[in-house]
């Protein structure tokens, strides 16, 4: 598998050939909701801006299974066993190039949060996560470990509704996924890019039941009267380059 060979789709050439790591990302849900760029504001860096569709931000749940984590030139072992991870992020461009912002990324996988966290610059939280899939519906739950009274919790069902479809640029399902890189933060108020690649997201319609979602709670921020729109994906592999201090 040469994930390089693929790359028709990217919105701009590879940084380097020397990735230094590939994921797995299995049975994605996308769920996202459009809110008012000023509504976010305060918790993005002011060196970011938001990026809009139709003069929207969109604030996006991921709930997804990660497959594995392989060191380049350790394609068959992987550093991590299977794990769920839940994260919430939003879309930012930084120079004028579009990414994604997380503003949270929950995991129960101590290599993510005690390593990756440091490394990449990422808001990683320890958390008890279980995604279950009985028929064609999974079952999502997430409840971060911590202090905070209710703890923070996300608890979801969501199948995929529609046939298998790759959305065609300029659409908002194409804008809200295909996302070549992250963005990430230090303490100092240094800005980090990451670059990342895979295959076109195989996308399908989905139907969400959001039962409890307290993720938005830290940033003071309220949806429950907003329709999200919802999107399955069976996955994709991905290579991730290491992260680039990135000049303003």
Request: hydrophobic residues 35%; aromatic residues 14%; contains cysteine.
């Amino acid at each position: 598998m040469d994930l390089m060979n693929d790359s028709f789709h990217r919105p701009w050439p590879f940084p380097s050939k020397k990735w230094i790591m590939r994921q797995t990302w299995n049975n994605l849900l996308f769920v996202h909701w459009p809110i008012s760029p000023e509504t976010l504001r305060p918790y993005i860096p002011s060196s970011l801006q938001i990026d809009t569709f139709d003069r929207y931000a969109w604030l996006g749940i991921v709930a997804f299974i990660m497959g594995g984590i392989y060191p380049r030139g350790m394609s068959s072992v992987s550093l991590s066993p299977t794990f769920p991870e839940v994260n919430v992020r939003t879309y930012v461009q930084c120079n004028g190039k579009p990414g994604v912002y997380f503003m949270s990324l929950d995991v129960n996988d101590w290599l993510s949060y005690t390593i990756a966290k440091r490394w990449l610059h990422l808001p990683y939280h320890p958390a008890d996560i279980s995604i279950q899939q009985e028929g064609q519906t999974f079952d999502c739950q997430s409840i971060r470990k911590g202090n905070t009274t209710p703890p923070i919790t996300f608890k979801g069902k969501y199948t995929p509704l529609s046939e298998v479809y790759f959305p065609k640029e300029g659409t908002l399902d194409h804008w809200l996924t295909e996302r070549y890189c992250f963005f990430s933060t230090n303490n100092r108020g240094n800005i980090y890019c990451g670059e990342i690649h895979h295959r076109p997201w195989p996308l399908q319609h989905a139907e969400s039941e959001i039962c409890k979602n307290t993720l938005f709670s830290p940033f003071n921020i309220d949806l429950t009267k907003t329709k999200p729109i919802s999107h399955f994906s069976k996955g994709v592999d991905s290579l991730i380059w290491n992260i680039k201090k990135t000049l303003l």
